[in-house]
């Protein structure tokens, strides 16, 4: 962040990076020297981020720079893999999520996912939604949950598609209705982030604009984080970029910035396509 | 291709190695072809000869006899035979007596071996329900010995089938359905055997087995592949499991001997011991198949469900379990197939023992169907033989009505991804 930027008074509504929140904010989820191990092999080296709640940070790089890794890192998915030991301070709301003070259930609910690969549960479209709300007794009573499922598929989108077929099987919908059914799922239990590991790598053009359509508007009512292969896709949906190369996180910025004018020329060829 | 010259797809040596790729397929082809046929014949062979052979155990020949109560020895008190005791009242009554005198008088001399024990509770079980019959004189169909039923059905001793000519000159010899195949339990006499007793001990058995090795196989296959470490440990206990499963079963049966009945002093021959036994050798086949079938929820299932804040807890149990059970009720279908045909093992913790009554729980003495066909099938008796099919045959029929259970179980849960 450049210091000029705290002065700015009049933001420009219709670019979505005009409106700068002064720098002493809080952060939603901030995360320091953070390096990630799996077995004796470095994924993640020394990375330190801050992620806004209401912004959308995108995570760039080549394959295999260590992206998806620190995503899972955020709400702490890589406690599954056994050999993955993750260093360094990871905070949401200012308390550390990787001490074992931390619930893991309930920083999940706190910070939602969704992944590469579309996964709904092979249960009904209902049940694929009222499944995390149900689990965490977010409802008192079958219409209260009933409300939930309503305003999660109709927040993702997806309500007007499915809302006469929802005893039908959630893995007979579309991929891209399926991305958002996976999407409707996530917020039906009320994250404050969501994590996004590249939603739109698996389906086509048309059901990657509605995602990203999407994005659009669930930013401003939960921080996103997505992590994504295509470059036109971060200018498109994020306010801030991070380009990650080789597990280190090479440059952080605003997304204009990064790909208009990067710092590192190690951005620069990755923008112009020199690699990757 | 980064040679300079160009493929030549039409030259000789292509094209004779692409009719050597085609004729390799046909002979696979045949080979596979031949293999299946070969199985289907075996199986055809096994059926038909089975069904052959067992169809007469199910049917018995009756003989048509006149006996005058009034004139017979068989002195019973009709006031007793009123009374709940009359069933003890006509066992230690001369019935075998009566029967010989009777058959003797009607058919001559040679035909005083005519009726066997079969025919002794038949009259024993007409006189208790209705003790009226005593007073006069009344024609019965009862069930022939079994060397005459032998020589009525296919070739027995000359005495025999004189007396069967006989019988049929009079028209005095019927075939009929034989009930008591499936109603009594082991006897001395082949015509008056049958199965009900080792099909209810069989009931028990595996019951038990069940019980005991579906649960914990399923629960071991859940921790070992959802929650335990991976070290040293873990793959020591798989590598035992893995093991266990290729035992021989009799090995079980010694198991069984020394632990159930030696050590923990339980009751010989009775369903719980054989049932535990079986457990011990169906277990190992469950947690392999379970484990399988664990490791076959896709990840991306269980990274759903913890995505949205489920514990480890609900994760196994809401998703991986549901998804897992079709594949689990393979390996036990598989499992308890194996465990309802086993003879071995129940051999070894006594469960060949002769057993005439039926078994009314898990702790009485019983037999199962496999070994009653291994007895039987050691039988000297020729009446055995037909039994000894017809007991495959119901088995077989067990096993199928347990099969399609399972299997119906299995698509019901079914759910696809």
Same mark, same amino acid.
């Given at each position: 962040m450049t210091p000029n930027h705290s002065t700015i008074t009049l933001p420009k509504p219709e670019v979505a990076d005009a409106v700068e929140p002064p720098v002493e904010r809080n952060p939603k989820m901030s995360a320091e020297s953070v390096s990630v191990f799996y077995g004796d092999k470095q994924a993640l080296k020394d990375v330190s981020i801050k992620i806004y709640d209401d912004r959308v940070t995108a995570f760039i790089g080549p394959s295999g720079c260590g992206k998806s890794t620190f995503l899972r890192c955020l709400n702490r998915m890589n406690d599954t893999i056994p050999s993955a030991r993750v260093t360094g301070k990871i905070e949401l709301d200012g308390k =550390?999520?990787?001490?074992? $003070?931390? =619930?893991v259930v309930q920083l999940r609910a706190r910070v939602g996912m969704v992944f590469q690969k579309p996964n709904p549960f092979p249960k009904s479209i209902f049940e694929n939604v009222a499944y995390g709300p149900r689990i965490h007794g977010l409802s008192s009573s079958k219409s209260e949950l009933d409300g939930i499922v309503e305003s999660s598929l109709k927040r993702a989108g997806l309500w007007d598609e499915v809302k006469d077929r929802l005893s039908e099987s959630g893995t007979a919908l579309s991929g891209g209705q399926q991305q958002r059914l996976c999407i409707a799922r996530a917020i039906a239990v009320d994250p404050e982030v969501i994590l996004m =590991?590249?939603?739109?790598? $698996?389906? =086509?053009p048309i059901a990657t604009a509605k995602i990203e359509e999407l994005i659009h508007e669930l930013r401003g009512r939960y921080a996103i984080a997505i992590v994504t292969h295509n470059m036109q896709q971060a200018a498109r949906v994020s306010q801030r970029t991070a380009f990650f190369h080789l597990g280190e996180m090479v440059e952080y910025g605003k997304t204009s910035e990064i790909f208009?004018?990067?710092?590192?020329q190690r951005t620069q060829d990755y923008i112009t396509g020199r690699y990757g | 291709m980064n040679s300079a010259a160009p493929n030549r797809w039409t030259a000789d040596a292509m094209r004779k190695r692409v009719r050597r790729r085609y004729s390799s397929e046909r002979w696979f082809h045949a080979v596979g072809l031949g293999a299946v046929a070969l199985s289907v014949l075996f199986l055809a062979f096994l059926l038909t000869t089975m069904a052959a052979k067992g169809f007469g155990g199910f049917t018995q020949y009756e003989a048509r006899l006149p006996i005058d109560f009034a004139r017979s020895d068989l002195f019973l008190d009709p006031a007793t035979l009123r009374g709940p005791e009359a069933a003890q009242t006509v066992a230690g009554a001369d019935i075998e007596g009566t029967l010989t005198k009777a058959a003797s008088a009607a058919y001559g001399p040679q035909a005083a071996e005519l009726f066997g024990d079969a025919a002794v509770n038949r009259l024993s079980s007409a006189i208790v329900a209705n003790p009226d019959i005593l007073k006069g004189q009344s024609t019965l169909w009862l069930p022939v010995s079994s060397k005459v039923d032998v020589a009525a059905k296919t070739k027995g001793d000359d005495k025999s089938e004189a007396l069967v000519n006989a019988l049929e000159q009079r028209q005095s010899l019927r075939r009929t359905f034989n009930t008591g195949f499936l109603t009594a339990s082991d006897s001395t006499d082949p015509s008056a055997v049958g199965v009900w007793g080792a099909l209810k001990g069989t009931f028990f058995t595996i019951l038990v087995t069940m019980l005991l090795a579906f649960p914990i196989g399923v629960l071991a296959a859940v921790y070992l592949e959802e929650f335990a470490p991976r070290n040293r440990w873990t793959d020591m206990i798989e590598v035992s499991i893995n093991n266990l499963a290729a035992v021989p079963s009799i090995i079980f049966g010694l198991l069984g001997l020394a632990?159930?009945?030696?050590?923990?002093n339980l009751t010989r021959s009775a369903p719980i011991v054989g049932g535990m036994t079986l457990a011990l050798m169906t277990m190992p086949v469950i947690v392999i198949a379970g484990r399988n079938a664990i490791k076959t929820v896709p990840p991306s299932i269980r990274d759903a469900a913890l995505g949205v804040g489920a514990s480890k807890m609900q994760v196994t149990f809401h998703h991986v379990l549901p998804l897992a059970l079709p594949g689990i009720l393979t390996g036990t279908i598989i499992g308890m197939a194996r465990a309802l045909g086993e003879t071995a093992p129940l051999l070894m913790i006594g469960m060949r023992a002769f057993v005439a009554a039926p078994p009314h729980?898990?702790?009485?003495p019983a037999t199962v169907l496999p070994v009653q066909i291994f007895l039987w099938s050691d039988e000297v008796d020729r009446g055995f033989v037909e039994k000894t099919s017809a007991a495959i045959i119901v088995l077989l029929l067990f096993m199928l009505a347990m099969n399609g259970l399972a299997i119906y179980l299995r698509n019901r849960f079914e759910q696809r991804w």
């Open positions: =550390d999520i990787t001490s074992t $003070a931390m =619930d =590991d590249e939603p739109c790598s $698996a389906l =086509d208009t004018n990067p710092r590192e | 632990v159930f009945l030696n050590t923990m729980g898990i702790t009485d």
